[in-house]
């Protein structure tokens, strides 16, 4: 995408960023959707979070964690759609500044990732279970929703106004108002005069028919907008918006954002394949973690990260920055990255043969080097096939070996790869088919 303007380019450029979800659910251990999912007392719950004190909390070593992961980017939740806020808002005293802890957790946690080098989003729940206004909507109680509207354009303003210099804003739980009820094109307007370099996710809000760009390429999902926003955000899975920039959010768990007791947690080289995979299809990943209710990192997110870290630090070249590499069948065996003139193979399954064949590279190969260790590999490139020679019979790391091709312009493939079977015109196969009868 040569397109993006030069103050977005930071973005693809870091491809893997931390999610932090957070707030006074994770001292319920139950994830940050429990007062809604186990429909609590909202007296009792609110009352719990006011005395909520997680002084466990140090932004400095979160921000650590995420460094030596290789993220380069961070989003914690400022509110969620609890109506807690982490910051020291003038909108209400629900607030982390205002009871128990005394603390601005976010004004701390900006501070530390910034010195860390790392950017800074903050993600802003428009919802808020707390407020009856909220779940009746505009319909049904136009002043209660237009006050409770003005209050998330106030609190959007403050965040936007008192902390520096914010690079991402991601906006949540627009359901079920659309954009125009929450009037998020006043909302982005002060968000681009506010910080004009900001990167706006796609979540402000259902945009109505008549609203929508028209033949626009993104599909709309619940509560997600085609036309706002600067990114895409699909949400579980990882899939290419075409035309604009994208980001998945995963959780590095089986299930929940927020804290919760007895999780599972995704080995290191699944989370690397969700990293791997986005950079193959040009894009980032938001990997989630949710702190416990002191507010310490779960030491299975520490270890996991860590690991990911020292894998970047060898084979990074193939994420930062990196292009859509899909260029030929690769699947058997992993997955490609594209940079410039380089194809990066970056191997999931290591099977300890000496050799290995890509298929459909029309691309000059001019070196092929085994980034996981240095070393140089003899190929014979004939017509289609490239094989790459030499590859030690044990794998060269736990996680993913990477193999450099430097190649003599940028990667293609040769017509009959182009497309996957399931793409393209399959008549193109007429002549292959034919030549065995
Ligand atoms: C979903 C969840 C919410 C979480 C968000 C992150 O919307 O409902 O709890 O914060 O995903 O993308």
């Given at each position: 995408m040569s397109t993006i303007p030069e103050k977005w380019k930071w973005f693809p450029e870091a491809r893997f960023g931390l999610f932090i979800h957070w707030g006074p659910y994770a001292a319920l251990e139950?994830?940050?959707?429990v007062l809604f999912r186990e429909h609590l007392d909202q007296r009792e719950y609110a009352q719990r979070a006011c005395a909520?004190?997680?002084?466990?909390?140090d932004a400095r070593a979160w921000a650590r964690v995420a460094r030596e992961a290789g993220m380069r980017y961070a989003v914690m939740t400022t509110r969620h759609h609890d109506g807690y806020c982490l910051w020291d808002t003038?909108?209400?005293?629900?607030?982390s500044a205002a009871r128990?802890?005394?603390?601005?957790f976010i004004g701390e946690y900006l501070e530390a990732f910034r010195a860390e080098g790392l950017r800074v989003g903050l993600y802003y729940s428009?919802?808020?279970?707390?407020?009856p206004a909220y779940w009746e909507g505009p319909e049904h109680d136009p002043s209660g929703f237009a006050a409770f509207r003005d209050t998330v354009h106030a609190q959007v303003r403050e965040l936007l106004s008192n902390y520096?210099?914010?690079d991402v804003i991601w906006f949540d739980g627009?359901?079920?108002?659309s954009a125009a009820q929450w009037r998020a094109h006043e909302l982005v307007e002060m968000m681009r005069a506010l910080q004009p370099d900001i990167l706006i996710n796609n979540r402000l809000g259902k945009v109505d028919a008549a609203d929508r760009v028209a033949g626009g390429p993104i599909a709309e999902g619940v509560?997600?907008?085609?036309?706002?926003?600067?990114f895409g955000t699909p949400e579980h899975h990882i899939t290419a918006e075409p035309g604009r920039l994208w980001e998945s959010c995963q959780v590095?768990?089986?299930?929940?954002w927020g804290y919760a007791r007895g999780e599972r947690w995704r080995p290191a080289d699944v989370l690397l394949d969700m990293l791997v995979e986005a950079a193959s299809k040009g894009g980032n990943l938001l990997l989630n973690v949710g702190p416990d209710g002191d507010g310490v990192l779960p030491p299975e997110f520490v270890t996991r990260a860590a690991a990911i870290g020292d894998w970047l630090r060898v084979h990074g070249e193939a994420i930062?920055?990196?292009?859509?590499?899909?260029?030929?069948?690769?699947v058997t065996r992993g997955r490609s990255v594209a940079r410039g003139n380089c194809l990066y193979?970056?191997?999931?399954?290591?099977?300890?043969?000496d050799s290995l064949t890509l298929a459909g590279l029309d691309t000059p190969v001019r070196a092929a080097t085994l980034l996981t260790t240095g070393q140089a590999l003899e190929f014979v490139q004939e017509g289609d096939d490239l094989t790459l020679l030499g590859?030690?019979?044990?794998?060269?790391?736990?996680l993913f070996p990477v193999i450099r091709l430097e190649c003599a312009g940028p990667p293609r493939p040769a017509d009959w790869a182009?497309?996957?079977?399931?793409?393209?015109?399959?008549?193109?196969?007429t002549a292959w088919a034919r030549a065995g009868s």
């Open positions: 139950r994830g940050e959707q909520w004190n997680p002084r466990g909390f003038a909108a209400t005293d629900y607030s128990a802890p005394g603390r601005d428009l919802a808020d279970w707390r407020i520096g210099k914010i627009a359901w079920p108002h509560g997600h907008s085609a036309s706002l926003g600067d590095s768990t089986w299930r929940l930062y920055g990196s292009e859509p590499g899909e260029v030929c069948e690769f193979l970056i191997i999931r399954f290591w099977d300890g043969r590859l030690p019979a044990a794998p060269p790391t736990d182009a497309d996957r079977l399931w793409q393209g015109d399959p008549r193109r196969m």
